[in-house]
């Protein structure tokens, strides 16, 4: 079945305790892509891919970090998390030259 | 990208047709409009898109008037899991320092009763 996957789905932490959200997708698609969502603000971009060793800011990159190794993978790395960090992630991809964006499941994580 | 403006909220009936609008008075040429949908939490969900012309896929029709400024979002039998936040994003295609990066507004709530 193609399908983004993240991991983990929940997860609880403490201020300044690094973490990583995985991200795998297996529909060979070029584009990767993470985003919050917070209550009022929609889906804001944090970072993307547009393909393997290239990645870009999206419009709320401060405090986050990723990488893209593989085509499959887009691992999003907080290294220092932060209470204002507590947010729903989503990561997306999509294959090249369109904006169809297939999402994952969310990642609900809060910093305490 | 060209803005769009769409209602809050809307209800609909089991069984019958939901009508979501979207206007997009500002769009160019050369985008395209693109419904996507969110149920509660989840990750938004494709549904479908469209330059000009109608389109229809197995999950709904995209209704594009004639001078592109607006647009509908059909879902021909509503059921109770079409409840969602239904977004409609205009955009380019491929393309720009602005590909790949989605924008939802607000979107429109709709709630399908029983």
């Known amino acids: 079945e193609a399908q983004v996957t993240q991991n983990p789905r929940y997860l609880i932490t403490v201020t300044g305790k690094k973490l990583t959200v995985t991200c795998s997708q297996n529909m060979n698609h070029e584009y990767m892509s993470w985003y919050r969502q917070d209550p009022g603000l929609g889906l804001r971009q944090i970072y993307y891919s547009m393909n393997v060793e290239v990645t870009d800011k999206g419009d709320v990159p401060e405090g986050y970090k990723v990488s893209r190794k593989e085509k499959r993978n887009f691992p999003l790395i907080l290294e220092s998390p932060s209470p204002n960090q507590t947010s729903l992630y989503f990561c997306?991809?999509?294959?090249?030259?369109?904006?169809?964006?297939?999402f994952g499941p969310g990642t609900r994580l809060t910093v305490l | 990208d060209a803005k769009t403006t769409q209602p809050t909220s809307m209800d609909c009936a089991e069984g019958r047709a939901a009508n979501l609008p979207c206007n997009h008075s500002?769009?160019?040429?050369?985008?395209?409009v693109y419904w996507y949908r969110q149920i509660h939490s989840q990750g938004p969900q494709y549904i479908i898109h469209g330059l000009k012309n109608n389109e229809t896929n197995e999950m709904a029709s995209l209704i594009i008037t004639e001078d592109r400024k607006s647009s509908t979002l059909i879902l021909p039998h509503a059921t109770l899991r079409d409840t969602a936040v239904y977004y409609c994003?205009?955009?380019?295609?491929?393309?720009?320092?602005?590909?790949?990066?989605?924008?939802f507004g607000q979107g429109t709530i709709l709630t399908v009763h029983p």
């Open positions: 500002t769009i160019s040429g050369n985008e395209y």
């Open positions: 997306a991809s999509s294959p090249p030259f369109e904006d169809t964006q297939y």
């Open positions: 994003i205009v955009r380019l295609n491929a393309g720009g320092t602005s590909y790949g990066k989605l924008t």
